[in-house]
């Protein structure tokens, strides 16, 4: 029986919420038969030298996890610069092995890089795979030979008595021999789930076989030399027990195997080796998974920084909002951990050995103060990583500034080298990547929203359980709140736990007691200001601003602006932000309408927006849907030369025959008695009034703006369009488009191509012939709701407009169909935003359903 994608992802989330759970409970089982104290006490007892010899394993490990890029590229048949591929490798594993989603992660940095040095994305994506082989053939070569010479004596939870470890060893080694049989045997390419694969050598499959084994036997050394004396075991015996669990960890899916690789090592040993074995698998996944990390957040952001300098890249542009996008979110969650990590210290005892030399050095006053601001800079920190998710300027400042401060408190309060090394670590990374850090938002409103609050009070609750865990042994009484000496380290945590939480009840407080921000209205920007950027701006559509039925939220300057109108409990932006200096001031204006609309406790709405700002929208937590397509008619070529053309070249010559001729009036105040005669006859013979919103009206002062295309009649007008025209010569555009009774058949069609050869010869790169709404919404078996229905109403809504035919006579002249888009805060807000749209446009409810 086949199951569909969707019951594979529920059967996939099902299986690692179990697994965590049970691991959860495994945990929580060990962790109350001991105290924190005696596990702090074995990890101290770690000899140093143990410890450096464990980073000597772990350097050596990444060092030779490279080798798996050579390979892959060896399978390729392509050859790059040593030091290219050590980079690559270095930083995919560093993200990878501890992040997790090795395939996104360690794919996407590889894609980063080796798409800039010339390999394509089929070789990347053949690569990856390649190297997940070569880490899965090493799991069961290594493992095997492990588990089937030198099996396991003890296996947990007596689970002995039904399973052999030498079969698992030997199951292990068939699925070698099976893999070494395929390359032997297989040497034609052949077709696995729709996509054409072909196996390494023989020669380069026992590459893969030895590079594996190495790697692992390297990893696991890490860990070896850290074991304690109270688990004695052989090196052969502990890399079975090492590549089962890593194996465990794998399939859990859990970010570096998180705790479930713990659990199954602490399975395999006695009772009384559990706390020393603790303080080892700390150590352990400090070295192996967080320092890498560190590591290569560091040269992350140093070779971004180099790189963006350059800006000689084939895909620069591309390139570069990936790694816009990504940096910040990376970032935002290295310091959430920094800041986890100073919160949890703040709630363990110090060390004793270095609790001694700070006793000598500091006062108890120096010690009792950095020990409560360390936690609470802690804190503040994983406060701020949310700013830094969404690239606030302040964020970025507040969090060096504690990054310092946090160093200092933790020398002093605990002589803490780990946390100064943490914090310098993550502000040298942050250096290089300042400029990503930018946006002028306020604060509060854009980081202390009900998800981030949800997400720093189960920090809290963490920190809660993790202190009165630390200090179960303490007798809790009141005098404890006052009891201040270097020893009693149980007070320090209490009075550190009324500050934190003092800290987010204030913030928390603040936040609700902010008053609503006054909305910028019309009057805001004066006339000459919003025509001043009208005409200065390289879109059209910014000449809808001139009309009086929109109001406006500007930057400081008055130079850009977001015109919207205000309907129901929606605020619609008509278009995208006018004028922005570049994307982040694009990103400030949105960002901070969205704050407007939702200080009035509305929604933000962005009508008939394309694909310029669509990353920023996405950052501010829009989603977009497509609405539709504009044409725009290049003219550099434009011609009515061919067969295509001879309609038009008919209707042209027949306008003339009657009389008829095109003009552009610059100064139409004498015309306009006329052209509102013509109007008001259009409107009347279509039975129907005057929108607006995202069109024009025949309004005279904005009429009077701008130059008029005019179809005269034996010297009689009979038809017009207003022109609007961008500044940088990009393209030209019509808004109003009436004609009277008089008008011959054809005339639109007549003045359309007329003005298309007038922009031609004035050397405008393009004719904009408008929107076709939803038209060039493709669906399939994969469309997203909306698409279904647009798509519907697209093909069998002729009753209530004429989608179809539009679509077709714009198509006959043979544009470029741009996609336009509708964002909105959530798919639920989609219904109320096209009907507050709808309603704008039509003047009211009642024009929606009336003419």
């Known amino acids: 029986m086949k199951i569909s994608h969707k019951y594979r992802q529920i059967l996939s989330f099902g299986f ?16 109350d038969k001991y105290s924190l104290r005696q596990i702090m006490k074995d990890l101290n007892a770690i000899p140093m030298q143990n410890k450096l010899l464990a980073v000597f394993f772990m350097a050596a490990s990444y060092l030779f996890l490279t080798t798996y890029d050579f390979l892959g590229l060896r399978y390729l048949g392509r050859k790059l610069a040593a030091r290219k591929v050590v980079l690559a490798s270095f930083l995919s594993y560093g993200f990878s092995n501890s992040i997790g989603l090795s395939v996104l992660a360690s794919g996407s940095l590889r894609y980063r890089y080796y798409s800039s040095w010339g390999l394509s994305f089929p070789e990347i994506s053949r690569m990856v795979v390649f190297t997940s082989a070569t880490l899965w053939v090493g ?6 030979a492990a588990l089937t010479l030198a099996p396991v004596a003890e296996m947990p939870l007596k689970l002995h008595t039904f399973i052999n470890m030498r079969i698992i060893g030997a199951l292990f080694l068939t ?30 499959g026992l590459a893969q076989i030895t590079v594996g084994v190495t790697d692992w036997i390297l990893a696991g050394a890490v860990l070896y030399v850290l074991m304690p004396d109270s688990a004695p075991v052989g090196f052969m015996q502990f890399m079975g027990i090492y590549i089962l669990a890593q194996t465990i960890g794998l399939i859990s899916h859990v970010p570096g195997g998180a705790v479930v690789f713990e659990t199954v090592i602490l399975s395999f040993f006695p009772s009384a080796s559990v706390p020393s074995m603790i303080g080892s698998l700390l150590v352990y996944r400090v070295t192996y998974y967080i320092l890498p990390l560190l590591t290569a957040a560091i040269i992350l952001g140093i070779t971004e920084g180099a790189r963006q300098k350059e800006k000689v890249l084939s895909y620069a542009g591309y390139l570069n909002r990936i790694y816009r996008a990504v940096t910040p979110n990376l970032i935002s969650v290295i310091v959430f951990i920094v800041g986890a990590y100073m919160l949890f210290a703040g709630a363990t005892p110090i060390n004793p050995d270095r609790f001694s030399f700070v006793e000598k050095m500091f006062s108890l006053a120096v010690v009792e103060t950095s020990h409560f601001l360390a936690s609470i800079t802690g804190m503040g920190l994983i406060i701020l990583s949310g700013g830094l998710r969404k690239r606030i300027d302040l964020a970025y400042q507040l969090t060096m500034a504690l990054l310092a401060a946090g160093t200092i408190f933790g020398l002093l309060k605990g002589a803490e080298i780990e946390t100064a090394l943490f914090a310098v670590a993550i502000a040298a990374a942050m250096l290089p990547v300042r400029k990503l850090f930018n946006k002028r938002s306020p604060f ?42 270097f020893n009693d380290q149980a007070p320090r945590f209490l009075r550190t736990l009324v500050g934190v ?15 609503s921000k006054k909305v910028r209205h019309y009057e805001a920007l004066s006339p000459e200001e919003i025509e001043n950027v009208v005409k200065n701006n390289s879109d059209t559509s910014a000449y809808l601003a001139l009309l009086q039925d929109k109001q406006f939220f500007t930057n400081d300057e008055h130079s850009s602006f977001i015109m919207y109108g205000i309907e129901g409990r929606c605020f619609v932006s008509m278009g995208d932000p006018v004028s922005a200096a570049d994307e982040d001031e694009a990103a400030e204006l949105i960002i901070g309408f969205r704050g407007l609309a939702q200080n009035h406790g509305c929604k933000a709405v962005f009508y008939e927006v394309g694909t310029q700002y669509i990353p920023q929208y996405i950052d501010a937590g829009f989603r977009i849907y497509k609405i539709g397509e504009e044409a725009r008619v290049p003219l550099n070529n434009f011609s009515l030369e061919g067969s295509h053309w001879s309609g038009t070249r008919n209707n042209l010559k027949k306008m003339e025959k009657e009389n008829c001729r095109f003009e552009i009036i610059e100064d139409t105040e004498s015309l306009l008695p006329e052209l509102k005669l013509i109007s008001d006859e259009w409107l009347a013979n279509k039975n129907t009034r005057e929108k607006r919103f995202s069109l024009g009206s025949f309004d005279v002062e904005y009429i009077k703006k701008m130059p008029v295309a005019v179809v005269f009649k034996d010297d009689a007008p009979v038809a017009f369009a207003n022109l609007w025209a961008a500044a940088d010569m990009d393209e030209l555009s019509i808004d109003l488009m009436r004609y009277g009774s008089a008008a011959p058949k054809g005339v639109m069609e007549y003045l359309f191509v007329k003005l298309m050869l007038h922009g031609k010869e004035k050397g405008y790169a393009y004719f904009n012939l408008g929107m076709a709404p939803l038209s060039g919404i493709d669906t399939h078996s994969f469309s997203p709701l909306w698409n279904r229905v647009a798509s519907a109403l697209f093909n069998h809504g002729e009753r209530f407009y004429n989608f179809k035919g539009l679509r077709s006579y714009k198509d006959k002249f043979n544009p470029q169909w741009q996609p336009k888009y509708i964002a909105v805060q959530s798919f639920f807000d989609l219904p109320s935003a096209l009907g507050s749209v709808a309603s704008l446009i039509s003047g009211g409810t009642g024009g929606i359903f009336g003419k």
């Open 139 to 144: 799991i069961l070569a290594l493992g095997g």
């Open 444 to 485: 509060f409103d854009e980081v202390l929203t009900k998800e981030w609050a949800a997400a720093v009070f189960a920090i809290l609750l963490v920190y809660v359980w993790l202190g009165f865990f630390s200090y179960k042994h303490v007798e809790y009484r009141s005098s404890l709140w006052w009891t201040f000496t």
């Open 16 to 31: 690692i919420l179990a697994m965590l759970f049970l691991t959860g409970i495994f945990v929580d089982s060990f962790l």
């Open 501 to 515: 939480f003092s800290l987010m009840s204030a913030l928390l407080l603040y936040k609700f007691m902010q008053p």
């Open 175 to 204: 699925g070698i021999a099976v893999y070494y049989f395929l390359l032997v045997f297989f040497r034609k390419p052949f077709t696995l789930f729709g996509q054409e694969i072909t196996l390494p050598s023989p020669a380069l």
